[in-house]
């Protein structure tokens, strides 16, 4: 088994940024792709931004040039920098990651951009 647990969301002011965190523990096989999703109040869930494990990224067109996505293989955690945020990126931010052929899903964390 695998947790997720995310960290790092909060309330920021249009234009500012925040980094969230996601580390994986519990009985860990190489983790394959990591992602973030985020679904908004009254949304479906979307995909935000993927990693493979040899750092190739995709993005939704919606945070392309705003987000980045990494990392860490040693620490079994990836990141997501999101800056120039918009009232628009107000979600619950879930972290995903792929191991022995399961997905896993972290509990969420909240982010709300608003002035």
């Known amino acids: 088994q695998v947790q997720l647990v995310e960290s790092g969301g909060g309330s920021v002011q249009p234009g500012g940024s925040l980094r969230l965190s996601c580390a994986a523990s519990?009985?860990?096989?190489?983790?394959?792709?990591m992602a973030w999703y985020r679904q908004a109040p009254g949304k479906q869930r979307d995909l935000v931004a993927r990693?493979?494990?040899?750092?190739?990224?995709n993005y939704a067109d919606s945070v392309k040039g705003r987000f980045t996505i990494s990392r860490d293989n040693a620490k079994n955690t990836v990141y997501l920098q999101m800056n120039s945020l918009k009232p628009e990126d107000t979600a619950v931010y879930y972290c995903?990651?792929?191991?022995?052929?399961?997905?896993?899903w972290g509990k969420g964390t909240l982010v709300t951009v608003s002035s």
């Open positions: 995903n990651a792929e191991s022995a052929a399961r997905v896993y």
């Open positions: 519990g009985i860990i096989f190489n983790i394959g792709v």
């Open positions: 990693i493979t494990r040899a750092d190739t990224t």
